[in-house]
Structures are given as C-alpha cells and as structure tokens.
C-alpha cells in the first residue's frame, strides 16, 4: 500500500498462488483488474482502494466464492452488479465500492443472506463471554462487516433486515459500516450513512 507503484496490476494468477491478502491500495495502477486473480484459491482479502483503475468487475469474480473484503473505492470502475445470486455474493463480509461509476440497482437481497452466514459466529461469541473465556482466534472473535456504496449512479431500498445488521449487541455479524447516496432518485436507507450531491448529509448514522 502507498508505495506510488504504477503500471497494470498482474494478470498471472492461477490456483498454486497461496497468497491470502492482496492490498495495493493508494499507488497509481491503471488499467483494469486481473480476471485471473479469481483463479486463486485461498485470496479472501483483495483491496485495490484509490487507484487509477477502470472498467468493469471482470465476469471471473462473480464465480468467486472464497473472496471475503473487496475494496475498490476511490476508482474509476463502471458498470452494473449482477441481479442474480452468484457465488460472489456468498461469502463477502466487506464491500467497499463507493466513489466509482456504478450504475443500476444495487441487489441488497443477496447480502442479506451474506450477513445472517455470520450468526452462528456470533452466538459463539456469546457463549465465550457467558463462560468467561477469552477468545484469541480473529475467526470467531468478531468483525466488522462493511458494506460502502456511497458517490456512485446505484438505486435500490436498505431492507430492514440489512438495518438490522447495524445492532450494537452483535459481536461477529454487526454490520459496522454502512453508506449510501440518499438522493431522491438512488438509495432509500433507513439506517445509513447517508451522503447527497456527493457530500455527508448532517445527522446521519455512523
């Protein structure tokens, strides 16, 4: 990250990488993302924010179901999220795509399946609390799961089911961060950070 690094990012990925992390956020990359870097097997940590990247989510990513925190916001990044539940959808915990050209309606119903994965967690959490013990492994200790759409062309409704996600007793499964353009004419949220014209509306949520 933050290395002023240029270029392309490499599209030499297959199933014998082992990386598990992939953060090259705040360089200069152009260009537009790797559709092999699906091919890998154990990457669950992608984040490519504040780049000079373009184009759309390449069609290999939506097959990708071992992928938990995407970040790309602060792109140049175009196109429309697909309607139907991809294995894509399956396992994300993190979506950051906020400040890019993304367009059309953002499909809500497939994260809220994403986010109720998360509530067997946090009963364990629970019942390592009322037991007393303390809990070192990150796995079931708890996350903070975000979700990030503001300053793009997305529309769609927050269901409560999403909002019921933000509850400050949930340990693993709380839904930490979550943002949205609130105009008229995009994201109708309850429960959001909310942004207008671009801007941070006063008064809305964390």
């Known amino acids: 990250n933050n290395n002023s690094m240029t270029g392309n990012l490499p599209d030499s990925w297959d199933e014998t990488n082992f990386v598990e992390d992939f953060e090259v956020a705040d360089n200069k990359f152009q260009g ?26 390449p069609e290999a990513y939506y097959q990708w179901e071992n992928l938990e925190e995407l970040y790309l916001d602060g792109n140049d990044m175009i196109g429309e999220l697909p309607q139907s539940a991809v294995p894509f959808y399956s396992g994300l915990q993190e979506l ?94 309850d429960c959001c950070t909310c942004y207008e014209n671009g801007e941070l509306m006063d008064g809305t949520g964390r």
């Open 96 to 189: 950051s795509i906020h400040s890019n050209g993304f367009t059309g309606r953002f499909p809500v119903e497939h994260f809220e399946d994403t986010f109720r994965i998360s509530e067997f967690l946090n009963f364990v959490q629970m019942l390592l609390f009322s037991m007393r013990l303390t809990c070192y492994n990150h796995y079931y200790c708890g996350t903070k799961e975000v979700l990030s759409l503001h300053n793009n062309q997305l529309t769609g409704v927050i269901t409560p089911n999403i909002c019921a996600r933000r509850n400050t007793s949930l340990t693993y499964s709380r839904l930490d961060h979550l943002t949205a353009d609130c105009d008229d004419d995009k994201i109708k949220c």
């Open 32 to 57: 537009k993302l790797p559709p092999s870097l699906a091919k890998t097997m154990y990457l669950k940590d992608f984040r490519a924010s504040r780049n000079q990247l373009s184009g759309e989510i």
